[in-house]
């Protein structure tokens, strides 16, 4: 008689057990939070940084011309020779609209080239994307499956990677060009490609 109790309380005991699922899914969501918005997505590392860009050779976008001449596709053979920027992109991308006027500027610099691969897109989608910023590419591969963006280790569009003159990847950036890092970070990957 000692025990005092509440009519139709459930014992302590039980309370705990009742509990232990909602504690274990609290964990687990503040890890999975952590995870997710606890880095730099930027920094997510590549297998492919050192290695030779992929040997994917991808179609033109039929219709883009320049200079009245089509736009010639991916051949891996461009890599050979010259500093590239590959940028991985699709009209219906919002931070590749946001991006494009600085690829636009990029694309002056006569000193590399630049290469796009439009990821999972509609042929006519793309020339009106282009058209409406300019076409900063020297090559535009379409990658209407993903296949080849997958060869290329990409995780989203836009994506953007830096090769050398001998073919090799030597930078890789995830997301959106932008004007905090067009300067202090792509800019400079591309001068040290340079050297």
């Not at 025990?3 to 890890?31: E, H, N, Q, T, Y």
């Not at 995870?35 to 930027?42: E, F, I, Q, S």
């Amino acid at each position: 008689m000692g025990k005092s109790s509440i009519p139709g309380a459930p014992p302590r005991s039980r309370r705990w057990v009742v509990a232990l699922p909602l504690v274990g899914f609290m964990a687990v969501a503040g890890l999975f939070l952590l995870r997710l918005y606890g880095g730099d997505p930027a920094k997510l590392p590549s297998a492919l940084i050192g290695r030779p860009a992929p040997q994917t050779a991808l179609p033109p976008l039929q219709g883009l011309v320049q200079d009245g001449v089509q736009v010639p596709g991916l051949d891996p053979a461009v890599f050979k020779g010259k500093v590239s920027v590959v940028n991985v992109w699709a009209s219906w991308c919002v931070p590749c609209h946001d991006e494009a006027p600085l690829l636009t500027e990029l694309g002056k610099d006569k000193r590399l080239q630049l290469v796009g691969i439009n990821y999972k897109d509609a042929p006519d989608n793309a020339r009106r994307f282009l058209g409406r910023y300019g076409n900063p590419f020297n090559f535009v591969g379409v990658d209407g499956n993903g296949r080849g963006s997958i060869e290329w280790g990409v995780y989203g569009v836009p994506e953007t990677f830096v090769v050398g003159r001998e073919g090799t990847i030597l930078y890789k950036m995830v997301g959106p060009v932008t004007k905090a890092n067009f300067e202090t970070v792509l800019k400079v990957e591309i001068e040290k490609a340079l050297k």
